[in-house]
């Protein structure tokens, strides 16, 4: 069976817009709030549907490369996060509030005009089979990073072949 590249391509395009539509899921219908990591994760997706979308319309080595790095983008993003979660090291100041309490006034404390839920990027909101969102998101972009890989690998043969 002859898998063309442009397949590929919209193989990549399926998993990372299967990706978003799962995270708008879990926030929308399961009521799961994201945290500021998670939507960091979101536009990675979206990055692999766009360099994926240039792919089919410019298949060529240095879009294929785009699509590489907006793969490799979603990964390290999703082993950040799941590293946040795991304790190996700390977030993003807007995970975990990051106000310095001692330094508000009781005002400050009482105004909840422009007050926002702080979602800790600490705390995984969904767990299953001991990985978090993250821990599988991971898992997701190295699949994304091994599409894009072998696309340039055989569009490079596929020009070697050509000469």
């Given at each position: 069976?002859?898998?063309t590249s442009k397949k590929l391509a919209l193989l990549a395009?399926?998993?990372?817009?299967?990706?978003l539509l799962a995270a708008f899921f879990?926030?929308?219908?399961?009521?799961?709030?994201?945290?500021?990591?998670?939507?960091?994760?979101?536009?990675?997706?979206?990055?692999v549907i766009l360099t994926g979308a240039l792919f089919l319309a410019l298949p060529r080595i240095t879009?294929?490369?785009?699509?590489?790095?907006?793969s490799v983008h979603v990964t390290y993003q999703a082993v950040f996060h799941a590293g946040v979660e795991w304790g190996?090291?700390?977030?993003?100041?807007?995970?975990?509030g990051g106000s310095d309490i001692?330094?508000?006034?009781?005002?400050?404390?009482?105004?909840f005009s422009g007050a926002g839920q702080v979602i800790s990027c600490a705390?995984?909101?969904?767990?299953?089979?001991?990985l978090s969102m993250a821990g599988w998101n991971a898992l997701i972009g190295l699949d994304l990073i091994a599409l894009w890989v072998y696309i340039i690998v055989k569009r490079r043969n596929f020009s070697r072949a050509k000469v």
């Open positions: 069976m002859n898998i395009i399926a998993i990372s817009t299967a990706s879990f926030q929308y219908v399961m009521g799961l709030v994201p945290c500021e990591l998670c939507i960091v994760q979101r536009w990675a997706h979206a990055y879009t294929a490369i785009l699509g590489l790095i907006a190996f090291w700390e977030g993003p100041e807007a995970c975990s001692g330094a508000m006034s009781a005002g400050d404390l009482l105004d705390d995984p909101a969904w767990v299953f089979l001991g």
